[in-house]
């Protein structure tokens, strides 16, 4: 069994900043990549960042240059630093993890997981 338990997020005025954590536990050989999602009242959840096991990066052109994703692969755990937060940036955002393999004996594609979900609101 393998969860991601989320932290962080919460409630930041213009321009401010929060730093979002998700770590996955259960029994996990390994994780290919890991990433944040988000998703908006009316709207499609949409990729936000995205990190794999080899230090690989890709973000939204719409936080680019204002959150950083992390990734601690000996904890499993991901991180999102977002800086400079915008109204627009309001959403519930979803840790993910792909490609997690229980096993070295694992083959395929491996398994995918989301997070419970953190709500962060950017309002004065």
């Known amino acids: 069994q393998v969860q991601l338990v989320e932290s962080g997020g919460g409630l930041v005025q213009p321009g401010g900043s929060l730093r979002l954590s998700c770590a996955a536990s259960?029994?996990?050989?390994?994780?290919?990549?890991m990433g944040w999602y988000r998703q908006a009242p009316g709207k499609q959840r949409e990729l936000v960042a995205r990190?794999?096991?080899?230090?690989?990066?890709n973000y939204a052109d719409s936080v680019k240059g204002r959150f950083t994703i992390s990734r601690d692969n000996a904890k499993n755990t991901v991180y999102l630093q977002m800086n400079s937060l915008k109204p627009e940036d309001t959403a519930v955002y979803y840790c993910?993890?792909?490609?997690?393999?229980?096993?070295?004996?694992?083959?395929?594609?491996?398994?995918?997981?989301w997070g419970q979900g953190r709500q962060v609101t950017v309002s004065s």
């Open positions: 259960g029994s996990i050989f390994s994780i290919y990549a």
């Open positions: 990190i794999t096991n080899s230090g690989s990066t």
């Open positions: 993910s993890a792909d490609g997690l393999y229980y096993t070295s004996d694992d083959e395929g594609l491996g398994n995918d997981y």
